[in-house]
């Protein structure tokens, strides 16, 4: 899921940056939705390291 997160905000990136020259609403739609998805891809990234922390402290076997 991540990986096509990625590819799409790239894909949006450099679209919406070549559409700016001929289509100047759908380049900035396209620039918007790819920092849209970055920030989602950020938030999908920290919530997975919380969670691999949690696991981590779960087996967390130093105080035996």
């Known amino acids: 899921m991540n990986i096509l ?3 799409l ?9 070549g ?4 289509h100047l609403g759908t ?3 396209l620039v918007l939705s ?3 998805l970055l920030i989602i891809i950020i ?3 920290i919530l997975e390291r919380k969670k691999e922390k949690r ?3 779960q087996r967390d076997y ?3």
């Open 27 to 29: 380049g900035i739609a």
């Open 5 to 7: 997160l990625i590819t």
């Open 9 to 17: 905000a790239i894909t949006a990136q450099l679209l919406g940056y």
């Open 62 to 64: 130093r105080d035996y």
């Open 19 to 22: 559409l700016l020259f001929f």
């Open 43 to 45: 938030y999908r990234l």
């Open 55 to 57: 696991e981590e402290d």
């Open 34 to 36: 790819s920092y849209l």
